[in-house]
């Protein structure tokens, strides 16, 4: 699959779930477990991302480098209530940082 | 079918509200660009994700999956699994827009994390809808803006690693999860996921233990529900991305 390809299947498919709301009668989405697993399933699949790409090298070994210690720093500062932004380049420059230094 | 006029002191509050979660949600869009080139798509993926996918979790999702060598298929999937939620959503907003035929393109489009918490966070019909379409575009146009900033932004910076843009991506992810972790249920759920995607993740290539993580989610759903279950079937279109919560 080319890159192009992934960007436009991604969008077309986002597209076709965002709409599917708005054309399929309201029952069949309505479903209890239909509503919990949907609402479940960002709750899995991000924290599965945080992990993978903060612990994971390229051919999926586990490591600890400077990527956790960035992690650690946006987990404190979503703590401190920080708003987006500010967790993103706090973790990005905690990286950097200990990189320029010589660990990780 | 149209709403009575809202007096022009409850609309104004409602669009500065529009507003105010476009410029929040619309700063991160910086962050995506920027991981997006880093990631090795071009300034025009980079654009196109942002302008035609348009859902925040979703795009983050494959670019940092297309950053760690996943397959295409893999990030498509991984997106796509994220985008379902915005179904859910789009089922409740069908009913509060009462929108028909064509209309249903753009209000589609539009049907994100933000747009829906602002709407159903109003009391009144006619501002629901004023919130859904003007948080949408608001959304819509600077998450755009920003895309291509960062996108440029990333592109001067050249190696991604010197400045942390690879730990930038979990922070990213981190921060997206935050406000979905206030029930114990999804606290578990977000443990299971993390355990699962360590103990599968040195043996299947790159994207799929996320894939496999998901299954965390599909057990809890099956499970006899507890706390969280009047909650998601009172408000099924739970908490918005990131930070910009009106």
């Known amino acids: 699959m080319t890159l192009w390809t992934t960007v436009l299947a991604a969008s077309g498919l986002a597209f076709a779930l965002k709409f599917l709301g708005y054309v399929v009668p309201h029952q069949v989405l309505d479903g209890v477990i239909v509503s919990r697993v949907t609402a479940m399933l960002p709750v899995a699949l991000l924290s599965a991302l945080v992990v993978v790409q903060t612990f994971t090298v390229s051919g999926g070994g586990l490591t600890v480098d400077a990527r956790a210690a960035g992690l650690a720093v946006a987990v404190t500062a979503l703590l401190l209530r920080a708003p987006f932004l500010v967790v993103v380049i706090l973790a990005a420059a905690t990286a950097a940082v200990l990189r320029t230094l010589g660990w990780g | 079918m149209r709403a009575p006029?809202?007096?022009?002191?409850?609309?104004?509050e409602v669009l500065r509200q529009c507003l105010s979660v476009g410029v929040a949600t619309g700063a991160y869009g910086i962050s995506f660009g920027a991981l997006s080139v880093a990631a090795g798509l071009s300034l025009w993926q980079t654009i196109a994700l942002s302008a035609l996918l348009f859902s925040g979790a979703s795009q983050f999702a494959v670019v940092g999956i297309v950053a760690a060598g996943g397959a295409g298929a893999a990030a498509v999937a991984t997106s796509s699994l994220l985008g379902m939620r915005n179904g859910l959503y789009g089922l409740q907003m069908s009913r509060l827009l009462a929108v028909r035929g064509l209309r249903r393109v753009p209000a589609a489009q539009l049907t994100i994390d933000e747009s829906t918490a602002v709407a159903i966070g109003q009391p009144e019909p006619a501002a629901q809808r004023l919130g859904f379409w003007g948080t949408g575009l608001a959304?819509?146009?600077?998450?755009?803006?920003?895309?291509?900033?960062?996108?440029?932004?990333?592109?001067?910076?050249?190696?991604?690693?010197r400045f942390g843009l690879d730990a930038a991506a979990p922070a990213a992810f981190c921060a997206l999860l935050w406000p979905r972790l206030k029930s114990g249920d999804a606290r578990a759920v977000a443990g299971a996921a993390a355990v699962i995607a360590v103990v599968v993740s040195p043996h299947a290539p790159a994207g799929i233990p996320v894939l496999v993580a998901a299954l965390a989610a599909i057990v809890a759903g099956l499970l006899p529900a507890r706390g969280w279950r009047k909650q998601v079937l009172e408000d099924p279109g739970t908490p918005p991305d990131g930070q910009a919560q009106p």
């Open chain 2, 139 to 161: 959304v819509y146009v600077l998450w755009n803006l920003t895309t291509v900033l960062g996108a440029l932004i990333g592109n001067a910076l050249g190696d991604p690693k």
């Open chain 2, 5 to 12: 006029r809202l007096p022009d002191q409850r609309r104004n």
